[in-house]
């Protein structure tokens, strides 16, 4: 396949992910447009993404990454729109939030996300400060397994409370950015930054998908 339809095609299950998680936000899914129960995004949460994210794609292009990046690029941008609708949005009521109740969303961030965010920015300070973007690559992929520690807890432990579907089209996205990789070699760290994001984005969402799996498998009979 093609390096720029493998990266195309990358793109284009990401974004169809985003939209939607983000129709879940107001009961609806994309899937025949039926409706379904309200996906409820911590704000908090969310804001991490949104941040570390913006950095991890400014990064990871910087690197040297042209087609793989695509699919990091439309990512940053779900987290961005699904952390703004988690702020001024109110799944559960179905409204808008007022202005006073914005703040709500910095003051429920825990220790754990500002840390988060501490990170992140200490990850696009670094690059920065010494204009090698490999060092907040490797920062961000840090920050955000420390972020994505919530969500794997609550995929495990709450099923129901995540779309699978958005999940499980995030998963193909990131098999077609593995084949979207122009060159594999170990020995070049130019060459690992390139073919490590895919990698790491494959595995975490993976292992997201696989605890929301668990909830489709047939109960045994009893016998």
């Not at 793109?11 to 994309?30: E, H, K, S």
């Not at 808008?96 to 914005?102: A, F, G």
């Not at 996300?113 to 690059?127: P, R, S, T």
Request: net charge positive.
């Amino acid at each position: 396949m093609e390096l720029w339809l493998a990266g195309l095609l990358a793109t284009v299950f990401g974004l169809v992910a985003g939209v939607d998680y983000i129709f879940r936000i107001f009961g609806r899914t994309i899937f025949g447009w039926r409706k379904t129960a309200p996906t409820h995004p911590r704000a908090a949460t969310w804001v991490v993404w949104a941040v570390m994210g913006l950095i991890l794609a400014s990064a990871y292009s910087s690197s040297g990454a042209r087609e793989t990046a695509w699919s990091a690029w439309a990512m940053a941008v779900e987290f961005v729109v699904v952390a703004v609708l988690a702020i001024i949005y109110d799944s559960r009521t179905r409204r808008l939030k007022s202005p006073r109740q914005w703040r709500h969303a910095i003051e429920d961030i825990d220790a754990t996300e500002w840390k988060c965010m501490g990170g992140a920015v200490l990850a696009g300070i670094l690059w920065l400060a010494s204009g090698e973007p490999l060092l907040a690559l490797f920062g961000s992929y840090a920050v955000d397994l420390f972020a994505a520690l919530p969500t794997l807890r609550q995929a495990f432990r709450r099923p129901l409370e995540e779309p699978t579907s958005a999940w499980l089209l995030t998963v193909i996205g990131n098999g077609f950015n593995l084949l979207a990789v122009p060159e594999w070699n170990l020995a070049s760290l130019d060459s690992f930054a390139i073919w490590s994001y895919p990698v790491y984005m494959l595995a975490i969402n993976g292992l997201i998908l696989m605890f929301l799996m668990r909830h489709f498998r047939p109960s045994r009979a009893r016998s």
